[in-house]
């Protein structure tokens, strides 16, 4: 089976759109977006929808590549960093991403403003190196 390079190049599209919109909070100081509940409520959510996308991008690559059946998200990065889709060295910042991903979901309660802030401030660029390697690799 053939990777579904329109599936693929819609879910980079959503992951960009998602980071522009994140960006937008890079501008803010702490306080300014813990002022607002509903900052820390829509940053989480577009962390965890871009996040989703790159996974989704991965699992549906290595379906496809029948590299193996990965049981987790986690697994999921493993499979596609020993495959050569992930950089090797990218892959324990993917597996905190679908990690992160895990807290955002199921221990929704763990997860502080602060925290999202810090990962909007100082990692949203961490996306830019695995998207690259997607598109030199299915797209060009």
């Known amino acids: 089976m053939t990777v579904d390079r329109e599936k ?6 959503f992951m960009r759109q998602e980071l522009r919109e994140l960006k937008k909070f890079q501008g803010m100081d ?11 409520a829509a940053a989480t959510r577009m962390l965890q929808v871009t996040i989703e996308a ?56 763990e997860v502080d403003a602060a ?3 810090n990962i909007i401030q100082n990692h949203l660029e961490d996306f830019r190196p695995i998207m690259a390697a997607v598109i030199r690799r299915y797209l060009s």
């Not at 702490?30 to 820390?40: D, G, K, M, R, V």
């Not at 998200?73 to 324990?92: F, H, K």
Request: aromatic residues 10%; charged residues 25%; contains cysteine.
């Open 8 to 13: 693929i190049r819609q879910k980079l599209q």
């Open 30 to 40: 702490l306080s300014q977006f813990q002022s607002n509940s509903l900052y820390e």
């Open 54 to 109: 790159m996974l989704d991008i991965c699992a549906h690559i290595i379906s496809r590549e029948g590299w193996g059946l990965p049981k987790s998200y986690v697994e999921t990065v493993e499979l596609a960093a020993r495959n050569g889709l992930i950089p090797q060295q990218l892959e324990d910042t993917c597996k905190a991403m679908a990690r992160f991903r895990n807290r955002v979901v199921h221990l929704y309660d």
């Open 115 to 117: 925290e999202i802030w």
